[in-house]
């Protein structure tokens, strides 16, 4: 993983950051959420790339490197070991609608430094998540180690065309 954060950090430095880059995860295609996603960046006429869970490493970390906003749907093996530039927004389409279960930061396992370290890695780049319903924000908040202000009520895509 050394030559993922090496490869990062010299993409970050020569390429100019701008585009918004999609992170599809292994059970995207299940949640449904990232399909919908860059449906609605298609309308607005927002270019965006994608990378699924699969790429090739290489092209997946040149893609990150470019990105000033980063759409993820679940934690991912690129994200997870990779520090992001302070300039790189990753927002946070939670698959689950509503508080079912504990994930994240909330979740009940003991708080041992090795599982405080995994939940820093895994959820560390994280800036922003979007919730259902504005009740749920500081839920969110809390899960995620993220301001209440970083969370917003926008209504989760998938579920929103049940609506």
Known sequence: MILVKVLYWIFNILF????????EGKNSAAYGNIPLITEG????????????HDSFFVKAVF?????????ID??????????LSKQ????????????????GYDKQRHKTQKEINR???????????????????EYYA????????????????????LF
């Open 88 to 103: 790189t927004r990753v927002l946070q389409i939670w698959h689950g609608g509503g508080i079912l279960k504990r994930v």
């Open 119 to 137: 939940l820093h890695r895994v959820y560390g780049n994280i800036t922003d998540a979007i919730v259902c319903d504005a009740k749920l924000k």
């Open 41 to 52: 960046l298609l309308e607005q006429k927002i270019r965006y790339t994608i990378i699924s």
């Open 16 to 23: 100019k950051k701008g585009e918004v880059c999609v992170i």
């Open 74 to 83: 679940q934690s991912n093996k690129y994200l997870s070991n990779i520090k």
């Open 142 to 161: 809390s899960a995620f180690n993220l301001k209440v202000e970083s969370i917003h009520a926008t209504g989760i895509p998938r579920t929103d065309l």
């Open 63 to 71: 893609k990150i490197a470019k990105a000033k906003v980063i759409i």
